[in-house]
Structure formats: structure tokens, C-alpha cells
């Protein structure tokens, strides 16, 4: 037998009350004195002794009336009733926990715990759980389990929420899949949030939960919240020595219910204050502050845009990088120089690299005869315009500043020697000279294709509209690609990887003798980008957000790489490209092969925002139709009691025999001597 509402059997005290009182009022009988006792009648004993057993028989009819009342309020079930509603409705819940940045906002995330705590211990025995912790994706996953005190303690282990953006979509699905094996039918997933609007970003029409699944939203979000955030800082990448001053914008914004007023902003670069500017928001949300600055010297340099005003600091930083290269040197080799500006060969290329009022290289233009190998080395860059009097000791030095790392831009003429120039460049030349391209009178040929990916090219969008009336046929080697091709298929731009060198081969002059391309807007664009791209390593990306994985080996040839990250701690890689996944804002500094590199992350501005969703409109955008209303376990319980009970009604016999021990009371208290 088991007890539905056990806390009335405390009521069986109340059945002594009738003894207490039979007890208080049992009293002595009194003496009188009597004359003579002859006119009394005598009593048997067999009177007396009835009338005691009918006192006490009323006794314990009272007594029972109250045990029978309290029974009766107890609602007692029989038989194997008792074991199905102790393992009644078990469930499979998954308890998702957000972990995400906007979490750390006030006391919400101690609060999330605790309420992931309480449906931890509103489960029972049997029951089976899981964790999800998550923000853009599953962090933390705990699968179902029914050892509820092994769930409790990974969910009391979390010591903080992370730095992630909010996303509900993906941690939904890994939910309902794990319920697709749990064990029982009864269902549910308990979703404890501050519920941010911008969780919705990725949600997906037309997927539903399975049915059957139940879903609950826990909102622990502030009602009222404020904030000063860095919504997107502006900041040069790289730069070439001596450049002009730079300008860093910083863009501003309050969010939240309680829009702030003023705030103060700061600019550190290298760990130096470089301004502050104060902002006042009072007519606007948001604010661009522009910073100037000038980066004298050359290396890499680490900047910091802050913001302050507000008692969110978690968002209140913004990382960049800036790299400061040297000027490109570049060695010009004029094979056709004049002091006719039209007729020299070099005239064209001189403008393009040195007209402008803060130019990215420095310029040496020699003759043929004064190369050497001293002056190679001096050098970037060497370009050869026109060369075809080398001799076989300047091919030679040529050859091995390639092979040694030096970068070479060629660009025959009508003076270069097509036998000459395949023999002295054979091992370096990214294609062999067939001879000169056979054009009709008055034909030329245009740019027909580019590769559209290549550092060069991409940046030139513009329309190739140059002709060219002469040019050199070329057969590419098979190491080199193929930048550039006339409309009659032939290559116009062939570029090869040599030793630590690379090597450019146009095919046709840069001066007005055999095209017009100097005259056309994309020359200068063209070699600029020619020559940063022979000289200068390709750029590697170092600004990251929370959430991104990155290798710290951007060239990946490195052999040995340390890095800390931004609270401090040595990072340890696991796995063979150095490759780690940014959980903190701020610097990761790396040391690559002995070279020091510091990478930016910082956070999702849209995390900042504290905009919220109203947890119906998350229930209604995923609940399936044809799963039913979700219930509390105490409603569900009563449910099953009822279904339980309503067979067996112990109570209703109770309380009827409860109305014949009263009428029994009543005709044996009538009938007993008082």
C-alpha cells in the first residue's frame, strides 16, 4: 500500500485525543455518608462490568472514527499500483546551458547555473539527462545519462561563460538528435538563456523538433542592461616606411534598454597612450572617433582601440596589427636608355614607380655595363628592359641572386637576342623566347584572359584595353603559370618560382615602341603590384574573431612555433600545423622560427547587442504540431494519480465506514451509563 498524500497520517495523532480526555476526565467516584444503607438497591457486578466494556468499547469507536477520517484524507492505493507510479512518466531531458558572451552580463550565467541545477534536481531516479553548453556551436556536450549527480557536477564546474556569439539553431539540432536514442518516450529540452535577439540569425524555415519533444525556455536575462561598444575599427594592414599619417577610425555604439550618454575613448599603439576622445551620445546611438597617427618605425607593430563609460568591460577592446615594410629597392637595367625621354626605355617605368609624392620604392636606374653582382645585392628587385648585352658573367650573377632569393621582372625588346637570352637564362627563365610574334600590318593584339586570383591581377579590375603592335612568342616551361594571354592564345605574362627567387617574364616591351600599355590607367597599378608581389611575402591574415581557427604558421614551412595566448597562458598545439582556435579576446603572440608575430582577436560586435526574443516566439518557430502541450511534471503526476485511484476509490469505502462507526457511536453513546 502506499499513501498519495502521506503528510495527512500525521493526523493519526489526533486519534489519542478521545483517550486524553477519557484520561482527564476519569475522576474517583465520591464517598457519601448514609444512615443506613437498607433502602439502597445492590448492584451486580455483571452490570458493572458491562457498563466498563461499553465505555471503552466507545473509546476506541472514537478513536478509530478520527485513524479511519485521517486514512481516508491519506488516499491509500494497493497492490503493484505502488510500483508504477513511483517509476511513473521517467523522462530524457537535455538541458541546454548558454555559454555565450553576453551570458557574463551581470549575475545571468550564476543564475543559469542554479536554474540548470533545479531541473537537475526536479528529476527522479531512472530519469535520464544531457548538457549541452553552447554558444555559435555545441562547447560543452554531456550525452544522456541517468547518473544525475555526474551532470550536476560538469554543470557546477563551469566557472564562466565564454566569448562566443549566440546561436540557437545548430545546438537545437545536436539536441533533438540526441533524444532520437533515449530511452523513453516522455521528452523535453530546457533552454536556459538570456534569450538574445541575434540567436535567431540562424534560424532554418521549416525545421521543426521531432515530435513528441517538449521545449522549455528559462530566460535569465537582465530586464534593464547597458552598453558601450566598439562596433568596427578601420586600421591600416601594412605600410611602407616614411608613409603619410594614417588615420584609425572607431565606431561607437550604446546598446541595450538604457541608452548611455558619454563614454571616453582611447588609442594605445605598442603599449603607449597614443589619444583619448571624449563622446558625448545624448542626440545619437552611435559615434566615429578618428584617431591620427604616424608609424615611424619599421616591424610590427600592436594596436588597441578602447572604450569606456560603462560596467560591461568584457567588450570594451578592440585588437589590431600594422606592419611597417621597408621601401622596395629596385634596380633598374635600362637597355635602351636616351636622353629623348620618348625613345628611352626606362622613361615609362621611372613614372610609374616614382611619381608619386610618397612612393613605395627606391629607384636605382644603371646601363647594362655597370651590372654586377654587388649591385644585385643591393637590391629587391632587379628590371631588365630591353637587356640583350649581357655577358655570360652577368647572366651568371643574375642567376644566382635568383637562386638566392632575389626577385627579377624581364621585359625583352627589340635589343634582346631570343638565342642569346634562352641560353643565359635557361635555368631561370619562366618561358623560352620562339622569336617574334608575325602580326599583320596595321594588326595588333589585346589582353584576352588574366588569372583573376593572382595577387597581381585581382586588384586590377579595370578594362585591358592596351594593343600591341609587337611581341615576343613564348613556350611557358612547365614550372611556370600563365598569368596573362593575347586573343590569340599566346602568353603574355609567365611567372616561376626559382629556388628562393621568382622570376616574371612580360612579352613584350614597357615603353611605347611595341604597345601603348604605358598610356592606359592599369600601367601604374600594374607595376606597383608586379613589384610588391615579387618582393614582398604575400599577406597573411592576423585579425581573427572569437571562434576562429587559424594556423600560427602562415607559411607553413616552419618547423618550430610558441605562442601564448591572451590571458598569459602557453598554448599547446595538437596537431602538425600549428593550428588553435581562438576562445579569448586579445594577442596571441607567436614565435615563428625565431621571427615574432602577434595576432588580433577580438570579439562579435553583434554579441554586444542585448536586444531580446520573447522565449514564445522561439517556442512557436520550433515546436512540431503534433506534439502536445508541454506539462509540468507535477501536473503530469496528478494526472497519473487520478488514472491510478480512480479504479480502486479506497477513500469512498473509508468514509463509509467512517458513516456507520458514527451512527454506531451514536447508538452505543445512548445507550452507556455516564
Request: glycine share 6%; proline share 4%; aromatic share 8%.
Amino acid at each position: 500500500m502506499v499513501f498519495l498524500t502521506p503528510f495527512f497520517l500525521l493526523g493519526l495523532l489526533a486519534a489519542l485525543i478521545p483517550i486524553a480526555i477519557h484520561l482527564i476526565r476519569k475522576e474517583k467516584p465520591p464517598k457519601l455518608m448514609f444512615s443506613t444503607i437498607r433502602f439502597l438497591k445492590k448492584t451486580s457486578k455483571k452490570l458493572i462490568l458491562f457498563q466498563h466494556i461499553q465505555q471503552w468499547l466507545l473509546l476506541l469507536l472514537r478513536s478509530a472514527l478520527i485513524a479511519l477520517l485521517v486514512f481516508a484524507f491519506a488516499r491509500p492505493l494497493f497492490d503493484q499500483t505502488v510500483a508504477r507510479l513511483l517509476d511513473a512518466d521517467p523522462m530524457s531531458v537535455v538541458i541546454m546551458l548558454d555559454i555565450s558572451m553576453s551570458m557574463r552580463y551581470g549575475d545571468g550565467f550564476e543564475e543559469a547555473k542554479q536554474a540548470a541545477l533545479d531541473v537537475i534536481d526536479d528529476l527522479t531516479s531512472g530519469d535520464e539527462v544531457a548538457l549541452i553548453g553552447f554558444s555559435s556551436s555545441a562547447d560543452i556536450v554531456r550525452e544522456l545519462s541517468t547518473d544525475l549527480d555526474a551532470v550536476r557536477s560538469t554543470v557546477s564546474d563551469i566557472s564562466e561563460a565564454g566569448f562566443g556569439t549566440t546561436r540557437y539553431m545548430p545546438s537545437l539540432r545536436l539536441a533533438d538528435q540526441l533524444l532520437e536514442t533515449s530511452r523513453y518516450e516522455n521528452r523535453a529540452i530546457y533552454m536556459i538563456s538570456d534569450f538574445q535577439d541575434v540567436g535567431m540569425n540562424s534560424t532554418e524555415d521549416g525545421w521543426k523538433l521531432a515530435p513528441g519533444v517538449a521545449f522549455t525556455g528559462i530566460d535569465v536575462g537582465s530586464l534593464e542592461s547597458s552598453n558601450l561598444v566598439l562596433t568596427d575599427v578601420r586600421s591600416p594592414v601594412q605600410l611602407l616606411e616614411d608613409a603619410a599619417e594614417q588615420q584609425i577610425l572607431a565606431r561607437v555604439r550604446s546598446t541595450g534598454t538604457l541608452y548611455l550618454q558619454q563614454g571616453e575613448v582611447s588609442l594605445s599603439i605598442d603599449g603607449e597612450l597614443v589619444d583619448t576622445v571624449q563622446i558625448d551620445l545624448a542626440d545619437r546611438s552611435e559615434e566615429v572617433v578618428t584617431f591620427a597617427v604616424n608609424f615611424d618605425s619599421q616591424g610590427s607593430h600592436v594596436g588597441e582601440v578602447k572604450v569606456s563609460g560603462d560596467s560591461f568591460n568584457i567588450d570594451n577592446s578592440y585588437h589590431f596589427t600594422v606592419d611597417v615594410l621597408p621601401k622596395i629597392r629596385v634596380l633598374l637595367v635600362n637597355g635602351e636608355a636616351s636622353d629623348n625621354w620618348f625613345d628611352d626605355e626606362g622613361h615609362w617605368f621611372n613614372l610609374a614607380v616614382s611619381s608619386a609624392a610618397q612612393s613605395p620604392f627606391i629607384v636605382e636606374t644603371i646601363t647594362p655595363r655597370a651590372l654586377n653582382a654587388a649591385v644585385l645585392g643591393q637590391n629587391d628587385v632587379a628590371v631588365l628592359l630591353n637587356v640583350g648585352d649581357l655577358s655570360t658573367g652577368q647572366a651568371a650573377s643574375i642567376v644566382d641572386y635568383v637562386l638566392s632569393g632575389g626577385s627579377l621582372l624581364l621585359a625583352p625588346g627589340d635589343k634582346v637576342n631570343p638565342e642569346l637570352f634562352n641560353r643565359q637564362f635557361a635555368d631561370i627563365s619562366p618561358a623560352t623566347i620562339l622569336g617574334r610574334g608575325e602580326l599583320g600590318i596595321d594588326d595588333y593584339l589585346v589582353i584576352a584572359d588574366f588569372d583573376r586570383r593572382h595577387p597581381i591581377l585581382s586588384p586590377l579590375n579595370g578594362d585591358w584595353s592596351a594593343r600591341f603592335q609587337a611581341h615576343w612568342s613564348l613556350a611557358a616551361d612547365e614550372d611556370a603559370d600563365v598569368l596573362m594571354q593575347f586573343d590569340n592564345t599566346e602568353p603574355a605574362l609567365v611567372e616561376r618560382a626559382v629556388g628562393d627567387g621568382k622570376v616574371i617574364l612580360f612579352a613584350s616591351a614597357l615603353d611605347l615602341e611595341w604597345n601603348n600599355l604605358a598610356l592606359q590607367g592599369l600601367f601604374l597599378p600594374f607595376v606597383h603590384e608586379t613589384l610588391r608581389h615579387l618582393v614582398q611575402p604575400a599577406y597573411k591574415q592576423r585579425a581573427y574573431q572569437v571562434g576562429d581557427s587559424f594556423s600560427l604558421n602562415p607559411g607553413g614551412d616552419a618547423s618550430v612555433v610558441s605562442a601564448t595566448g591572451p590571458n598569459g597562458d602557453v598554448l599547446i598545439f595538437n596537431n602538425e600545423n600549428f593550428v588553435v582556435t581562438a576562445n579569448t579576446p586579445g594577442l596571441i603572440h607567436a614565435i615563428v622560427d625565431g621571427v615574432e608575430l602577434d595576432y588580433a582577436v577580438n570579439i562579435l560586435p553583434e554579441e554586444s547587442n542585448f536586444s531580446r526574443v520573447a522565449v514564445a516566439s522561439l517556442y512557436d518557430l520550433i515546436i512540431n504540431p503534433d506534439t502536445e502541450p508541454n506539462q509540468t511534471r507535477e501536473v503530469r503526476t496528478e494526472q497519473l494519480i487520478a488514472e491510478l485511484e480512480r479504479p480502486q476509490r479506497v477513500w469512498w469505502w473509508v468514509l463509509c465506514l467512517v458513516m456507520l462507526m458514527l451512527f454506531a457511536e451514536a447508538l452505543i453513546a445512548n445507550r452507556t451509563y455516564r
